[in-house]
């Protein structure tokens, strides 16, 4: 399903899972096709993304590499 791009929820409604379960399938999911660094990257950041894919928006919009990044903030 997960394959299929159905969502999370859905999933979970369709299948009567609860909310925890049906992450962690999700997880397994991911590491079967190769997302750990994804899921690792999530857990870092509290599931809150959005600060996270702004960063890196702005970053590419200035055409800076991470270590580019990384000496900007460091200053």
Same mark, same amino acid.
């Given at each position: ?21 049906? *992450? #962690?399938?999700?997880? !397994? @999911?991911? +590491? *079967? #096709?190769?997302?750990? !660094? @994804?899921? +690792? ?35």
């Amino acid at each position: 399903m997960f394959k299929e791009g159905k969502k999370l929820l859905d999933i979970a409604i369709e299948l009567d899972l609860a909310i925890d379960s049906a *992450l #962690i399938i999700q997880k !397994r @999911f991911h +590491q *079967l #096709i190769g997302l750990d !660094r @994804f899921n +690792q990257a999530y857990e870092q950041v509290n599931g809150n993304i959005v600060p996270f894919l702004k960063l890196f928006n702005s970053m590419n919009r200035l055409g800076m590499n991470p270590g580019q990044v990384s000496d900007a903030v460091m200053q």
